[in-house]
């Protein structure tokens, strides 16, 4: 079987992405696969829209979850071929998904090693996992919250504790927080760059997402 990664779409621009289930890969998805916002809107996975709706992305999604199951070595050897040729500057981990082991997890730690040209950007509610990890300098990890859960404040100051920055989604931008330009200019990740250059602002800034 072979993995499925996608060269673009409407959001990233032309940029390499790739993406498992969603929900079923995420084993914290409790706190997003459904949601109530401040003001009583209700909303489901942003992921879902685009599985439930195209044949072909649920069928790519649910391959890649199955190989990485069944056979991560298989899946890492196929990730490595893919990133030799790949011209692109920047990568999205998990569009949909997340890391759903520690092994899982480990693959992708070592592929951005071997992969030093490219700059990888992954959202993550599996916060345990990365205390006290060492992550390589080429992987940007954002921890991510909704509102319906914990304050802004709550967010930022745990991800400042463990290292990181959040991703923060709610109905109105909190202070200490920039509202994602692609959701307010219509401009695309590739365009923007903006949660890859988080790390490196002068002060803790965290990444506001209206809920979509």
């Excluded at 990664?5 to 084993?27: H, I």
């Excluded at 992987?139 to 400042?160: D, K, R, W």
């Excluded at 803790?204 to 979509?212: K, M, R």
């Amino acid at each position: 079987m072979n993995i499925s990664v996608s060269d673009k779409n409407a959001k990233l621009g032309k940029m390499g992405n790739f993406s498992l289930p969603p929900v079923k890969s995420c084993p914290n998805s409790k706190t997003c696969a459904v949601f109530v916002t401040k003001d009583g809107k209700v909303y489901k996975c942003y992921a879902e829209r685009p599985y439930n709706q195209y044949d072909q992305t649920e069928a790519a999604w649910d391959r890649n979850f199955a190989i990485a199951q069944e056979n991560l070595p298989e899946m890492e050897k196929q990730l490595l071929a893919y990133f030799k040729s790949y011209n692109g500057y920047l990568f999205r981990i998990h569009v949909s998904g997340d890391f759903f082991d520690k092994e899982y997890l480990q693959m992708w730690l070592k592929i951005a090693r071997k992969t030093k040209h490219v700059k990888f950007l992954v959202f993550t509610k599996m916060y345990g996992w990365f205390h006290k990890q060492i992550l390589p300098e080429n992987l940007t990890v954002l921890l991510s919250f909704m509102e319906s859960h914990v304050t802004p404040e709550i967010a930022m100051s745990f991800a400042q504790g463990m290292g990181k920055l959040p991703a923060y989604v709610a109905t109105e931008r909190p202070e200490g927080y920039i509202t994602c330009p692609e959701q307010t200019a219509g401009i695309t990740c590739v365009q923007c760059k903006l949660c890859w250059k988080l790390p490196e602002l002068k002060r803790p800034v965290g990444v506001h997402f209206f809920p979509h």
